[in-house]
């Protein structure tokens, strides 16, 4: 069974960091390109990031370019986020999915909450 | 940017009746479309890919069909347990891709 479990989230204040972490279990890790996908009160579900397989394609959303980065251990089964400089607007759940062919959302985790907040 | 326009926002329908959510796209986005679920304080879940292929394992009172701008999303006839909200999310504009605003089901 897949199975994909995200930790890491909390409140943080403007201008901090997190780091959120994906296990993945189940399935081949290390053939399948990852995304973090988040879903917020303003902007509903938006992907902010994915890695292919290798890591050797990588893509940002816009509106957290220069801020997040995200990578891989297909030794460890594990998928990363480094958020930095957050900002109110980064408020939500945070979701990792596995991509099923590029741009389809097989499988999803259960989510972390990320609070940016004074 | 693509926008997906879903419609309605909200519905109210009895168990037994027949469902039908539709997305607009603003441009042609051929069959990359796909329809999820998402139940209360659950991860969303993949139903339809490619605007009319159902993901394994999901009942087959689920369909969906379309092509280039407007797709359908239909449930043959509503089970409880299909409270939810359902989303379109287009894949055309690689990397981008656009999920629509939602629509929330309810049983009446």
């Known amino acids: 069974e897949v199975q994909l479990v995200e930790s890491g989230g909390g409140l943080v204040k403007p201008g901090g960091s997190l780091r959120l972490s994906c296990a993945a279990s189940?399935?081949?890790?290390?053939?399948?390109?990852m995304n973090w996908v988040r879903q917020t009160p303003g902007k509903g579900l938006d992907r902010v990031s994915y890695i292919s397989d290798s890591s050797t394609y990588i893509y940002y959303a816009d509106s957290v370019k220069g801020r997040f980065t995200i990578s891989r251990d297909n030794a460890k089964n594990l998928l990363y986020l480094q958020m930095n400089s957050l900002r109110a607007e980064d408020t939500g759940i945070y979701y990792c999915?596995?991509?099923?062919?590029?741009?389809?959302?097989?499988?999803w985790g259960q989510g972390t909450l990320v609070a940016v907040s004074p | 940017d693509i926008q997906m326009t879903q419609s309605p926002s909200s519905l109210s329908a009895s168990v037994g009746d027949r469902v039908t959510i539709t997305c607009q796209a603003s441009q042609d986005i051929n069959d990359y479309l796909n329809w999820y679920q998402q139940k209360p304080g659950k991860a969303p879940k993949l139903l339809i890919y490619?605007?009319?292929n159902l993901e394994t394992g999901v009942p087959s009172r689920f369909s969906g069909s379309g092509s280039g701008t407007h797709f359908t999303f239909t449930i043959s006839s509503l089970q409880p347990e299909d409270v939810a909200t359902y989303f379109c999310q287009e894949y055309d504009s690689l990397p981008l891709c656009t999920f629509g605003q939602g629509t929330k089901l309810e049983i009446k």
């Open positions: 999915a596995r991509d099923q062919q590029l741009g389809v959302f097989d499988s």
């Open positions: 490619d605007a009319s």
């Open positions: 189940g399935f081949t890790f290390s053939s399948y390109t």
